[in-house]
């Protein structure tokens, strides 16, 4: 059924008609209404109203008019662009037309537009016009402006314009604020005059051309003004300004200040820009203490941050540099005794987070030699038993031209900070009620001082054998107690978990810290080890000895917990794959003391892999079993690329993976994977053997084997129908043609290629015919391979005789031939995939 007009069109219509029909209904409606009210009504005649337009039946509705200008809103444009011009015009009279007049009429003039403007307003808001009344006062305000610009002309010209402009701001800001309080109905003179008190202390010490502190001096002293009016002013337009003015001229103050209390060399020379600072803090806490509650923690904050700075300044100057960190780090711990103080509770919220953040600063400034510690080992990857380092533990770590005296105290600041929060959080409910309502944290943050106290503890403990610059030996062996000690911890916590116990909120927080330091710590001291061969086998002894301790301390607490979780099983994997890999380095390193050459250590490597088919045969089905086994096959790659070099140990050690392979496909739960790597291994080896040998005609070698293997197949397929095409003949025939099709694409005669393309065609013909997938696809990649090898030559001779346009123009029209068929191409992809899944 076709809809004339469509639906959506014919839904609009019906829309639009009803919406007339309530319209209609309307207007009746009230008609009917008003004839009531005149039926009712004795007397003469009512007029009637006009009727109203009755609409069609089916009309549109009546689209609403625009809305018209609010009136309140077209009269302050007015009012403005009246004011702005009247602003303009008196510029211009002072400025260009006041030498045309005498001193009577100049005086007159402007004292009587002045007086005019300024007693205007207060009739105008008698008569509740208070918009206009806003536009005189505002224009009252620009002629008080310019009634001092002349008053200096006339009267003063030779004085200084700084320190006149200073008075005139100080006498503008009274009278502005005592006609704002006079006339109470206007809202713009008080906050003008807030505005215009920001400027005569600053243009007083720019006239006397003060120093950076009587800057800052002039500065505060404003924001103390300021401070008081945002405190007890009664209008918030007043209140916001002097917020805004607060926060200009205090934050210009402090910082100019800070600047100068850093830059002292003594202690007499910090203590004046020290007084400054705490008088900055005494104002931010005098507004804090009757701000709302967000602006109450920001004055505390500043007030802390400021408080710290004076006094650690004065302190800092007389110090070593090295030291000047923990000296603003102890005052700012210092800074929480004020906590207690009467200052009310976001105040104090604002202290105590002036605290933290100078111990952030302070953490974070010793952070750089942390990084360098962790970090500095890597560059004994290419040093490898070079000799121990004779500089100490900064020559180990490549860190010699590092300034240590300025980084010295980086353990110290971390340490004393670890030790802070350990504190914390071991005596928490007594710091809370010492406290007071000032602090209120979360259930959840002890359990994060707790694991910020360990990473903070560990790492001042890494970073202090560089900072003393003690001996390498003295360095590794630190290094590796350390890592040994978070290794416990990890551990202990890890099996806390299994059991569902928690001690205070620390399992979580603390178990990651310690998992995550003992993999930074282990890598760290393994790479340092690589110096010495003495330290390298100590260290990776140990290693080895606590990673195996660690997997089986986890597989106990897996075994006997009642809900072991994934992270401990993850963990047991990885501590059970990390001691394989310190036994591979013990084993190259074993053939690097014996003076072996890379490819004859290479069998020796083997070694480890064999270790993990037979405990992965221990094993069985244990959860760490298959970590353990991939771990091992791959320790077998760097043997491999050990061997590399040489040929027949190449040949050895592949056969070797191979037994090893084939070892583990004798469980059930590995053969599908390690039967076919088994067999992939010793072709490997075979064709390696054969390369070695100089074997030019490896059919010779391959094809009794490819016989003997499809003779196998064959019999199989017999006995068992249902087995597979790869697995009967896979292996077979793969043993001749990939040998095959090497010695085809090296040789430069015609016969070998030849030979090989009919053997493919005939095995991939017998493959289509039987419906067998593996003749089949191993036989047309042969196929295909070959003929890529005898036609490139004709390929290349071609494309370069053909003009170089001709390449993207075909690679063009092959695109947008398969994407003009691409639904038809991947129809043809699908059918062919299931013709290949069907067959055997």
């Known amino acids: 059924m076709e809809h004339l007009p469509p639906p959506a069109e014919e839904l609009a219509l019906l829309d639009r008609e009803l919406a007339g029909l309530d319209l209609r209904r309307s207007q009746l ?31 549109a509705p009546a689209r609403p008019t625009a809305a018209g200008v609010r009136t309140g809103g077209a009269q302050n444009v007015l009012l403005t662009l009246g004011g702005l011009l009247l602003t303009v015009a008196a510029i211009a009279f002072t ?23 300024l007693a205007a307003p207060a009739a105008l808001l008698r008569r509740g016009l208070a918009s206009t009344a806003e536009a005189l006062a505002a224009l ?44 109470g109905g206007l809202r713009l003179p008080l906050p003008a005059s807030v505005l215009c008190a920001q400027l005569p202390l600053l243009l007083w010490a720019c006239a006397e051309r003060a120093d950076a502190l009587v800057f800052s001096a002039a500065l505060l002293a404003t924001a103390a ?171 180990a770590l490549g860190a010699t031209g590092l300034p240590w005296t300025e980084l010295g105290a980086a353990p110290v600041i971390l340490l004393v900070v670890a030790g802070a929060l350990a504190a914390a959080y071991r005596w928490w409910e007594t710091a809370l009620r010492w406290a007071g309502p000032a602090l209120s944290p979360g259930p959840s943050v002890r359990g994060a001082v707790g694991a910020v106290a360990a990473a903070l503890g560990w790492a001042g403990i890494t970073v202090l054998p560089a900072a003393l610059d003690v001996s390498y030996a003295a360095t590794v062996a630190a290094q590796l107690v350390l890592t040994v000690g978070v290794f416990a911890v990890a551990v202990g916590g890890l099996r806390q978990s299994t059991t569902g116990v928690s001690v205070g909120g620390l399992r979580h927080g603390t178990t990651g810290v310690a998992l995550t ?61 990390a001691a394989v890999g310190c036994a591979v380095v013990l084993t190259v390193a074993c053939g690097a003391s014996l003076g072996l050459a890379a490819h004859r250590a290479a069998p020796l490597v083997l070694a480890v892999p064999a270790l993990t088919v037979l405990l992965g045969a221990r094993l069985k089905a244990h ?157 047309g990649a042969a196929l295909a391979l070959d003929a890529v090898h005898e036609l490139a030559p004709y390929v290349v001779q071609v494309v370069g005789a053909l003009p170089r346009w001709v390449a993207p123009a075909l690679a063009g029209v092959v695109l947008l031939a398969v994407g003009a068929t691409y639904e038809k191409r991947l129809r043809d992809a699908r059918r062919l995939r299931s013709v290949l899944g069907r067959m055997r």
């Not at 009712?40 to 337009?53: F, S």
């Not at 050990?642 to 191979?658: E, I, Q």
Request: proline letters at 7%; glycine letters at 10%; aromatic letters at 6%.
């Open 29 to 59: 409606l009230h008609r009917r209404a008003w004839l009531l009210n005149a039926l009712r009504t004795p007397g003469p005649p009512i007029t009637a109203p006009p009727a109203p337009a009755f609409a069609a039946p089916f009309a």
């Open 225 to 395: 003004l300021d401070c008081a009016i945002a405190v007890r002013g009664k209008r918030v337009a007043v209140r916001v300004t002097a917020c805004a003015a607060l926060c200009a001229t205090g934050g210009a103050g402090l910082l100019i200040a800070l600047g100068r209390s850093l830059a002292a060399d003594a202690p007499s020379g910090a203590v004046p820009s020290g007084a400054l600072l705490l008088a900055g803090a005494a104002i931010a806490l005098s507004g804090a203490r009757r701000a709302p509650a967000a602006a109450a923690v920001a004055g505390g904050l500043v007030a802390g941050l400021a408080a710290v700075a004076a006094v650690a300044s004065v302190v800092a100057a007389g110090v070593p540099g090295g030291w000047v960190v923990p000296v603003y780090l102890l005052c700012g711990g210092a800074l929480l005794a004020a906590v207690r103080a009467p200052l009310g509770r976001p105040a104090g919220r604002g202290l105590a987070w002036a605290s933290g953040a100078v111990t952030a600063a302070s953490v974070l400034f010793s952070l750089p030699p942390v990084a360098v510690s962790l970090v500095g080992p890597v560059s004994r990857l290419g040093r490898v038993w070079t000799d121990a380092p004779r500089d100490g533990a900064r020559g």
């Open 517 to 577: 330091a003992s993999v930074c710590g282990a890598v760290d001291v393994a790479l340092l080890s690589l110096a010495s061969e003495a330290a390298t086998y100590a260290v990776f002894g140990a290693l080895l000895v606590l990673c195996a301790v660690a997997a089986v301390a986890l597989d106990a607490s897996v075994a006997g917990g009642p809900r072991p979780g994934r992270v401990v099983r993850a963990a047991q994997a990885v501590a059970a794959c």
């Open 95 to 117: 400025l260009v037309s006041w030498g045309q007049m005498g001193i009577s009429g100049r005086t007159a003039v402007l004292a009587t537009l002045t007086l005019a403007a």
């Open 623 to 779: 959860a760490v079993a298959l970590p353990v086994e991939l771990a091992g096959g791959a320790a077998a790659v760097p043997a491999i690329g050990m061997a590399a070099g040489d040929l027949p140990f190449l040949a050895l050690v592949l056969s070797l993976c191979a037994v090893q392979a084939a070892g583990t496909a004798l469980r059930p739960e590995r053969r599908p994977v390690a039967g076919y790597l088994a067999t992939v291994l010793f072709l490997a080896a075979a064709w390696v053997r054969l390369s070695a040998s100089g074997v030019s005609s490896p059919e010779a070698y391959t094809l009794p084997v490819t016989v003997a293997a499809l003779v196998i197949g064959a019999l199989r397929r017999r006995r068992d129908p249902a087995a597979s095409s790869w697995t009967a003949y896979g292996a077979g025939l793969a043993a001749t043609l990939v040998p095959s099709l090497f010695a085809a694409w090296a040789d430069p005669h015609w016969l070998r290629p030849l030979l090989l393309g009919a053997a493919a065609l005939v095995i991939t013909l017998a493959g289509a015919r039987w419906r067998l997938q593996a003749l089949l696809v191993l036989g």
């Open 140 to 183: 009252a305000s620009v002629l008080m402006v310019l009634d001092a610009f002349a008053l200096h002309e006339l009267a003063a010209p030779g004085t200084g314009a700084l320190g006149f402009a200073a008075t005139a701001a100080a006498v503008l800001s009274v009278l502005w604020a005592a006609y704002g309080l006079l006339l």
